[in-house]
């Protein structure tokens, strides 16, 4: 079989929209399953189909960068276009304008598709395993099998909400940032936006045209303007290698420490009306208290309060106690399963659409290596693949340290 072909399967099919229909083959085996089918799966994939190899890219969501169509309708990248290309392909449109929400979903549709990248929709892993020689995926009840699997999911899975959430009053509105498309999602009145990163200050900024905005900043982090001297700051950033700052390096170590908001400040948001706030630490009915003994009721809560990790789908040794990926620029210790796309994976690019591509080349340089090794092995004509469905005998592994 050529790269990305896929037995044929009676059942209809969840491939890209306007690509070759594609299903997941139960049973099949492939050198390379991608899990994810964002700017990360994308962005692998590229090099996977550059090296010719017989991969698939599961996607859980009904389309190519789901997850990007759960942002709230309003959203402009702080990165201008001219920094926003996948390998292969700019991203049109203004070089020196800020791509929104709509704009990055049509350029990821319609990279998967210039690329006829094999990505299958509606495709959830429920569970990921290493057996002997490879890994064994349970997706949508169907198994496939792979010699090697990257993990592609990013770093935004479980909304993380704080305890705080669940003794307000049944008559105060809530929502996590995940749910939150434009202002009229928000019951009229005062809201309190919970979460000082660049979110937090983008929806409090949308909300000040339609309500009462308060904003509780748990941290403070540094302002930076999104233009210096003309230029734009990722002008700067890159042109002094700031932005390829790796985390081995004792700077890239300092940076990673550090959140930055990029366009905003608190100055500005004060001169929109908004009243900031310190930590919220407690509430009462719909009063919500700060860190500074001052208080504020409420109609509505936004919480802006970031994500959690959740690999509790993967049983290959690869996490911490704290349920962290052990990983060095997404190389695990399990040979053949790799991460990609995660926050400071290797530099603060890593997680970004326009720097993902340098991580996914050195993870493609990695399988590409890997499978090199494997078929100079003496025995590598006679080695055998595992028959899914039959049992599997797990191997020992130590806790993880």
Not at 214 to 237: A, N, Y
Not at 261 to 270: E, F, M, R
Not at 277 to 302: K, L
Request: net charge negative; glycine share 10%.
């Amino acid at each position: 079989m050529n790269r990305g072909d896929i037995p044929e399967s009676p059942e209809r099919s969840a491939g890209v929209a306007g690509a070759a229909s594609r299903e997941v083959p139960d049973g099949d085996h492939v050198e390379v399953v991608v899990v994810g089918g964002g700017q990360a799966g994308l962005a692998i994939g590229f090099f996977l189909a550059r090296q010719g190899r017989r991969f698939l890219i599961l996607e859980a969501g009904d389309s190519v960068g789901a997850a990007w169509r759960q942002r709230w309708d309003s959203l402009a990248l702080f990165t201008p276009r001219r920094y926003d290309a996948l390998p292969g392909v700019g991203f049109p449109g203004d070089p020196d304008g800020y791509p929104t929400r709509d704009e990055v979903v049509s350029y990821l549709a319609a990279y998967a598709e210039t690329y006829e990248l094999p990505v299958i929709l509606d495709s959830a892993v429920q569970s990921l395993a290493a057996i002997d020689g490879g890994f064994q995926l349970e997706c949508r009840g169907r198994t496939v099998a792979a010699d090697q699997v990257v993990v592609a999911t990013g770093p935004f899975q479980l909304p993380f909400t704080p305890a705080l959430a669940g003794e307000l009053s049944p008559e105060v509105f809530q929502m996590h940032s995940t749910g939150y498309r434009h202002p009229q999602d928000i019951p009229a009145g005062t809201v309190l936006v919970v979460g000082g990163g660049n979110t937090g200050f983008q929806i409090a900024t949308e909300l000040t045209g339609t309500h009462a905005v308060h904003l509780s900043v748990g941290s403070r982090q540094t302002p930076l303007p999104q233009k210096i001297w003309r230029r734009d700051l990722f002008w700067w950033l890159t042109k002094t290698g700031l932005l390829n700052m790796n985390i081995d390096s004792r700077l890239g170590r300092r940076l990673s420490e550090r959140e930055t908001l990029i366009g905003s400040s608190p100055k500005q948001l004060g001169r929109l009306g908004v009243d900031l706030h310190p930590r919220a630490v407690s509430v009462s009915g719909n009063a919500v208290s700060f860190a500074d003994a001052t208080e504020v009721r409420v109609d509505a809560v936004v919480w802006a309060t970031g994500y959690q990790p959740d690999y509790s789908w993967i049983t290959a040794p690869v996490l911490d106690a704290g349920g962290r990926v052990r990983h060095h620029r997404g190389v695990t210790d399990v040979p053949g399963l790799y991460f990609l796309g995660l926050y400071w994976q290797h530099t603060r690019g890593s997680a970004l659409l326009g720097w993902v591509k340098d991580d996914a080349e050195y993870i493609a340089t990695e399988i590409q290596n890997l499978a090199n090794s494997r078929e100079a092995l003496p025995d590598a004509a006679n080695r055998e693949r595992p028959i899914l469905g039959e049992a599997q005998e797990e191997p020992h592994h130590a806790d993880p340290q």
